[in-house]
């Protein structure tokens, strides 16, 4: 039954579904879209609607690509009956209390297995804890379907590794892990996704295996960085600078680069929590995972009470104090400003009856504006600021000049924040300026 399958999507006379189109999914939709029939399935309609009309709000593949692709978007549910090899590509946040939210993903089972049919391949990519697969989507599948796993219709996982924003380390670029939950299931699946990957997949030995090595990749980035944020810290106290401190260190040939920061979005910040929850349930409770966690997500408070200290040193009285942010969203050069950190340090400024005036050119306004009611300002009006935090590297800060950055200010002396160190410090601090960086 599922020997044809890879044969029949090349041949078109199979199509293959993706189950949520977001950033993972759509990127994924599009590269298929040139080798094979593909429905783009989303439960939110008004996405679709943009899609359909050409737009790409995630900015990953560009309207145009959207335009010139055969992509069938929609949010017809029954439309996936018409496919047999489906990716389910649907987010897997976290709760207020950091527990895994597995609603989509139940919920995209669900809409799946009312759809599936006989001699189907249902790949997941979303990260989530090791057994999610195959303990959770496989029995939603089966209910809802009346289907068996396994003989009516095949598993496999396969996570996503594409970082938002990122031009060269892209979905045909980056080697992509597949995993089956038998031989046939496995060869199908690394067969399709060879099919758009260029740098090839790696068949991992089983779903489990997979699952546990996404969300250790992230897991491994969220502690690295929360020891840098843990070096920052210290060598704040030590009036050294940290960045000066991992250039010296970094010329040793096995040092890590790592830097401070704060940590966003949807993934590193996140994921963690997922390997943390399924151990938490095995018995064992995280040390290392968790307190890397707690680090990074206190790198905003940190932030704004650096801000506070430093307007006091410069003289300048800090309730109702002129704070400019430059940046909002979670990463550079991405419209994405979900589970940014910045909103931390908007609310511990707010805490000193601070109300900084925020400035981000690349990120989705109306999606911020829903999310945490802020209003962006003009790059242009910035000005007349007793202290400017540059939060994120977006190009078009990175681009600016002392010159620009002076024109900020107002009397007094310049406070001057670069979480992410993009400005020579010495320089601005010869200008005259207060630099303060992680
Ligand atoms: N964005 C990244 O950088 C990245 C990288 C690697 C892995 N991931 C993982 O990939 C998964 C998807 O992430 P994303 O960033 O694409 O999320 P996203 O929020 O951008 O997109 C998810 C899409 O799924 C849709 N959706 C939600 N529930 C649905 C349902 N029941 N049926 C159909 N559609 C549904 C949403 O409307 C949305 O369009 C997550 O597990 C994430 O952790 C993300």
């Not at 759509?26 to 879209?33: G, K, Q, S, T, W």
């Not at 976290?94 to 599936?116: C, F, Q, Y």
């Amino acid at each position: 039954m599922f020997t044809d399958l890879y044969e029949d999507l090349i041949n078109k006379t199979e199509k293959l579904s993706l189950i949520g189109l977001g950033y993972v999914g759509m990127p994924i939709a599009v590269a298929f879209a040139k080798k094979l029939d593909v429905i783009g399935y989303d439960l939110n309609s008004s996405k679709i609607e943009l899609y359909r009309s050409g737009v790409d709000p995630t900015n990953e593949v560009g309207n145009e690509a959207i335009r010139e692709s055969s992509v069938q978007f929609t949010a017809d549910e029954s439309k996936l009956r018409g496919a047999k090899f489906h990716i389910v590509a649907v987010p897997t946040p976290v709760n207020d209390d950091h527990t895994p939210d597995l609603t989509p993903v139940k919920g995209a089972s669900e809409i799946l297995g009312r759809n599936l049919t006989k001699g189907s391949v249902v790949v997941f990519e979303s990260t989530v804890y090791p057994g999610v697969t195959e303990e959770i989507c496989v029995p939603i599948l089966e209910r809802e379907s009346g289907l068996k796993c396994g003989t009516d219709f095949k598993i496999g996982y396969s996570p996503e590794r594409i970082n938002p924003g990122d031009k060269v380390h892209r979905l045909e670029t980056i080697k992509k892990i597949v995993s089956g939950m038998d031989d046939e299931a496995l060869d199908i699946i690394a067969k399709v996704y060879e099919l758009v990957v260029d740098a090839g997949v790696y068949r991992a030995e089983s779903i489990k295996v997979a699952e546990a090595a996404k969300v250790i990749e992230n897991s491994q980035r969220d502690i690295n960085i929360a020891f840098m944020n843990e070096l920052s810290i210290i060598f704040n106290k030590m009036g050294i600078d940290t960045k000066a401190v991992l250039e010296a260190a970094g010329t040793k040939w096995n040092f890590l680069k790592f830097y401070p920061g704060l940590v966003g979005g949807h993934c590193i910040g996140v994921d963690p929590y997922y390997l943390t929850y399924k151990a938490e349930m095995m018995g064992y409770h995280s040390q290392i995972i968790l307190a890397g966690r707690r680090i990074n997500d206190d790198m905003g408070k940190y932030v704004a009470e650096n801000c506070v200290k430093s307007l006091i040193s410069a003289n300048k009285s800090v309730k109702g104090a002129r704070v400019a942010i430059l940046g909002f969203t979670f990463k550079e050069n991405c419209p994405d400003t979900r589970n940014t950190r910045i909103i931390d340090i908007v609310n511990e400024l707010g805490e000193y009856g601070i109300t900084p005036v925020i400035t981000d050119p690349e990120a989705d306004s109306d999606e911020a504006k829903k999310l945490y009611g802020i209003e962006f300002e003009d790059m242009s009006t910035i000005k007349k600021m007793d202290a400017v935090i540059i939060a994120v590297a977006h190009s078009c800060f990175t681009e600016l000049t002392m010159n620009d950055i002076g024109k900020m200010f107002g009397e007094g002396k310049k406070v001057l924040l670069d979480i992410k160190g993009l400005f020579d410090r010495r320089e601005y601090e010869k200008a005259g300026y207060s630099y303060w960086r992680l």
